[in-house]
């Protein structure tokens, strides 16, 4: 293995490369295929496609199926939020963060292969596979983000983390069309079980994130040599975090955009976890099928994202990564309150592609500029970016509780999603109270 120096090309494209390795999760499990395969083993129609019963037994519970798959999401984000302080004061304290990015990286690929098997008879399986298959994906994106001020100096960070983002797109797109051509076209391929090519996805997914990851890991460095781990660390992640989060008094900017970043982020990933199930429930499809239409969207959303990361980079160079950030909140205002009038599928593409655009802006930007504002000489990265993830992740809960009760108040997804609107805005003006400048100064942990 080559020792390259920080901020050498190929050390820096092979960090953004754990990108194209690890999105396809994202996109074929969380968005794409797994969605429709889950929904059509758990509801039961009629011979003229009229549901019958959307209902699932589990645990002994009787429990509708997007309640259950909903649950699921919801603990393993909270197992996430538990776990995360907890592993990167670990792996900063004794300098192996490509030891837990490999082991998170290969629980949730092999979690996504196991993903063939999931059936009704042993439901149990399945939704333990999809569970640990999410904490795999957003445990290992702690350690993976945790690297960018370590192998990147602040002016690249801009931009490796959209050439992260967009390599992430471009991989991922590339496996959900082999996937659904597969899918679609089962014939070519010699299969006579039509479900064979979905469940092969699965695996698929898995083997590919595995695969090209491990050209991610041959370049990155192990981490920050330490001290080994004792019983009296098992704890130094969340005293870390108290720590950090102590240090903030002294660092009003970085404080400022963390507040800021938590309260825009609760919006965005509220509306990319609900978007699908707007399409389904709001829209007139007609004589089209929502499922085509729908996977249609998703593919807009990743091919314009490309665009979106890489404008939104070039951008922010010429006018800063604030300013930037203001208007990709203002660009999210708009896209909201134009999806609260949108009726017809097509409509729903241009919704998509507005998402697409700003979606991969918001979030390698959000990034690299909580990177570029850490305090100088911090060596606890890892402990910094999880505490950057923690927010995120309880942001996720706190947005989709809202929406749930704003969608069952007003009985209207329309409703919620303008009710949205109200954090974008008060991100904006967030963003508006963060320093343009700070004096430099040391991070208190390294002391």
Known sequence: MENLQ?????????????????????LVITSAIFPIFYGAITIIKNDEGQIISDKVQFLGFNLNNDSLISYVTALAFLAVSILSP???????????????????????????????WFSLDYLWFGLLCYFLALIGFWS???????????????????????????????????LLIICLVMILKFEWFGFEDEGLPTRLSFVLTGVWWIGFSQYTYYYLPKGNKKQKITKNVLFNGYKELRKIWNSLTHHKRLKRYLVAFFTYSMAVQTV????????????????????????VSILLIQLVAVLGATLTSRLAIVIGNIRTLIILNIFWIVICVYAYFIITPQDFYVAAAGVGLVMGGIQA?????????????????????????????????????????????????????????????????LLLRVPKEESIKKDPLAA
Do not use: H
Request: aromatic share 18%; charged share 15%; with cysteine.
């Open 365 to 429: 930007l959000s990034r690299s500029t909580y990177s570029k504002m850490l305090p100088i000489n911090t060596l606890d990265t890892a402990s910094y970016f999880s505490f950057y993830d923690v927010a995120e992740k309880i942001g996720i809960v706190i947005g989709m509780l809202l929406y749930g009760i704003v969608a069952e108040i007003t009985g209207s997804v329309r409703s919620s999603i303008l009710f949205l609107v109200i954090f974008f805005v008060i991100g904006v003006i």
């Open 140 to 174: 290992s994106l702690v350690f993976y983000n945790s690297y960018l001020p370590d192998i990147a100096f602040p002016e690249q960070q801009d931009k490796i983390s959209a050439k992260g983002f967009s390599l992430g797109y471009i991989g991922s797109v590339i």
């Open 272 to 295: 990319m976890l609900i978007a699908t199930y707007f399409g389904i429930e709001e829209l007139d499809w007609g004589d089209q099928d929502p499922t085509t239409g729908l996977i």
């Open 6 to 26: 920080k901020g050498s090309k190929k050390l820096l494209n092979a960090w953004a490369f754990y990108d194209w390795a690890n999105s396809v999760y994202s």
């Open 86 to 116: 907890f592993l990167s004061g670990i792996s900063d304290y004794v300098g192996n963060k490509k030891s837990f990015l490999k082991f998170f990286c290969y629980l949730g690929a092999i979690s996504c292969i196991g993903l063939f």
